[in-house]
Structure formats: C-alpha cells, structure tokens
C-alpha cells in the first residue's frame, strides 16, 4: 500500500532511504533536505522525520547509529525494486504496458533535492531500467510472433525517447513483420522529420 506521513519531507527521506539501499550518513541527508537550515535545526529535523517513519512502519524498520541510517532489508517495496526486478528478468515474459511499471521521473515533484546530483542519478537509472524491461518485452513478444502487442511497447519505448534512430528503426521493423509496410514508411518519414525538426 501507500505509506502516508506527517511531512511531505518524511515521505522524501523515507523515498531516499527505500530508493538506495544501504546506509546514508546523516549529516548527508541533513544538508540534502535541510541545507537551508542552521546545523543543529537541520539535525533535529532529520530525528523528527525519522521518529516519523519508525511509528509508520515498526520500531525495526530503520537501522540508525549516531553516524548513519538505513532501512531494513524488505521494510518497504518501492516502485524502483520493482523496476530493478523488472529488468533483470530475462527474455522470459511480457512485462506488460510502460505505464504499469513507470508513472514517469523518479520524485519529479522534489525540487529541494535537484541540486544534490543524487536525484539525476537516480531518474537516469530508473529510466534506464525502464528502458531494458520494455526491450525485454519488445523481444519476448517478436519472438512469440505477437506483433501487434510487440508494436505497442515499441510505441511505449518510443515514448521516452522519441529522438532515439534505435527506437524508429525497432518500431519500423515490427510494422513490416506484421505486414504493415505502409506504417514502416510514414515511421520513417516522421523520424526524419523529428530529426531535422531536433537536431537540424
């Protein structure tokens, strides 16, 4: 289910925390969400917001020394272990539509956070996953002859990346294998068109 906390911050941190696992020293997290602040305030903020997830999910889901925090191994599943099982399937499945697995940018609403590089990272990973859990599908599929479904997670990849020649030519293929040679065509004629449009 979906946790709900006292702060828009704790539910942040509490992202942070589940997103990359492992422990996070606790004067990094101060200064990521309460840079802002003097640094005993920003401390005392970071305990506030950690008492707050402790009495959300158990006495046991977090692990804190005076240094550094982390969240027990299964305390919580975030939308990103999912993408990362996801993509370590091999060829062996349909993982279904785009949308099912990726509602869009990791934490596009924290802007607090931009400055951290940290927040980058982690959108470029969990689009990168995305990316290879939708090829994965585009494959299981070919291979099944399931063209049309094949052609709509292409259409999902292209989403992403419209610019990408890679993502054009995968979909144009898939047309000409469910007999559609006449798509193949207008496909390429609207990549080229994006080209131009793009990158002159």
Request: proline letters at 2%; glycine letters at 6%; a neutral charge.
């Amino acid at each position: 289910g979906t946790l709900s906390l006292g702060t828009r911050k704790s539910l942040w941190l509490l992202a942070c925390l589940a997103s990359q696992p492992g422990p996070w020293r606790r004067d990094q997290l101060s200064t990521m969400f309460w840079g802002d602040r003097q640094e005993e305030q920003a401390r005392a903020s970071l305990r506030k917001s950690l008492s707050e997830i402790r009495k959300a999910l158990g006495a046991d889901a977090l692990v804190t020394t005076n240094h550094e925090v982390s969240l027990e191994e299964g305390a919580v599943s975030s939308d990103l272990d999912h993408l990362r099982k996801l993509a370590l399937r091999s060829v062996t499945g349909d993982n279904g539509r785009l949308a099912t697995y990726f509602a869009g940018d990791f934490l596009v609403e924290v802007d607090i956070l931009e400055h951290s590089g940290w927040v980058e990272q982690m959108r470029i990973e969990a689009r990168e996953l995305a990316t290879v859990a939708t090829k994965n599908s585009i494959e299981y599929l070919t291979n099944q002859k399931q063209f049309a479904k094949a052609i709509e997670r292409a259409r999902d990849l292209m989403s992403m990346d419209p610019f990408s020649e890679a993502n054009h030519r995968r979909l144009m293929r898939l047309y000409v294998l469910d007999g559609e040679v006449s798509r193949a065509a207008a496909q390429y004629r609207e990549c080229k068109r994006l080209l131009r449009a793009e990158l002159d």
